[in-house]
């Protein structure tokens, strides 16, 4: 995966993705459930390839329906990263000291939550597909994720980026208005604000005790259709 591709060229591959993901989670005993919405906050963040994902997969009716919510969400605190995964796994590559990104301690809802359940379920962002837990969120303030899943998570992350290498990551309400305005041909090309450059991965984030778990995963992505 080194040749940039187009966007339409990108999504069946993140769908491969996201179903290899899929069937990994589906050998864990989690506690995710309909109607479990305590990780659905204003903190989701992706990739422009995801958000192109989320909009060619809604019918025009659902994205007029969903695009205010988004844009008025714009304009509340959220969380805006500057650094992308594959760019902290440079930064550790090179040994260099990164400041802390400080997410807002309290964040509300997602926008696109609606009593309880996702409107965008079916083409929901990877950052939400991976939040699992073994045990209620609400029950114990957190989620209890093991540790080879928070890696290969990793994985999958770097991976999509490196798929959206041209691309942006984001909050998932700056990315979605980015895309959505990209994709108007009435308009201009929409300045890049809030978002950050994707990069190729420059080393995979997987610690030594972790890699006999994670290898068979890599073999799989590796085999994908491209």
Not at 15 to 44: F, P, S, W
Request: proline share 11%; net charge negative; hydrophobic share 35%.
């Amino acid at each position: 995966m080194t040749t940039l591709m187009t966007d339409p060229q990108k999504r069946p591959v993140l769908a491969q993705l996201y179903q290899l993901h899929e069937q990994y989670i589906r050998t864990m005993d989690i506690a995710c459930g309909k109607y479990c919405h305590d990780c659905c906050t204003t903190n989701v963040t992706m990739t422009t390839l995801e958000g192109d994902y989320i909009l060619s997969g809604l019918s025009p009716e659902n994205s007029a329906e969903i695009m205010p919510l988004v844009r008025r969400q714009l304009k509340n605190p959220r969380f805006i990263p500057s650094l992308t995964t594959n760019r902290i796994a440079q930064a550790c590559r090179n040994g260099e000291d990164l400041a802390d990104e400080q997410a807002p301690a309290d964040p509300g809802p997602c926008p696109l939550l609606h009593e309880g359940l996702c409107r965008i379920y079916p083409v929901r962002p990877f950052g939400c597909r991976c939040m699992v837990s073994s045990a209620p969120c609400r029950r114990t303030g957190w989620a209890e994720t093991d540790p080879v899943t928070l890696t290969i998570n990793t994985l999958f992350l770097q991976v999509i980026e490196h798929v959206d290498q041209d691309g942006f990551s984001g909050n998932l309400a700056d990315v979605l208005a980015w895309v959505d305005a990209k994709r108007d041909p009435d308009s201009p090309r929409p300045p890049v604000s809030g978002l950050a450059p994707n990069t190729p991965i420059p080393a995979l984030i997987i610690p030594p005790e972790h890699r006999e778990r994670v290898m068979p995963i890599i073999i799989a992505i590796r085999a994908l259709s491209v």
